[in-house]
């Protein structure tokens, strides 16, 4: 069974815990409506991806497929 040799110290346990804090989400505006996104992913509220020129929509929204049209 592992049994510690020694005390660890609170210098030595703060030093491995450096690194165990949480990081802050970098968030960007999207350029087609305003809310905010992950960078390189597809706005979840209008479904466009990509920024100036390059915009591009990836998912169509509900309001805009007809589904009785689609269906028949």
Same mark, same amino acid.
């Given at each position: 069974?592992?049994?510690? =040799?020694? =005390?660890?110290?609170?210098? =030595?346990? $703060?030093?491995?815990?450096? %690194? ?13 409506? $305003?809310?905010?996104? &992950?960078? %390189? %992913? ?8 990509? %920024? $100036?020129?390059? &915009? ?17």
């Amino acid at each position: 069974m592992a049994v510690p =040799k020694s =005390k660890i110290t609170r210098s =030595k346990r $703060g030093m491995r815990r450096a %690194h165990d804090a949480l990081k802050s989400v970098n968030t960007t505006e999207c350029p087609n409506c $305003g809310e905010l996104k &992950l960078p %390189h %992913h597809v706005c979840a509220s209008c479904g466009y991806y990509g %920024h $100036g020129t390059s &915009l591009r929509e990836i998912v169509t929204s509900d309001d805009e497929v007809d589904l009785d049209e689609d269906a028949a």
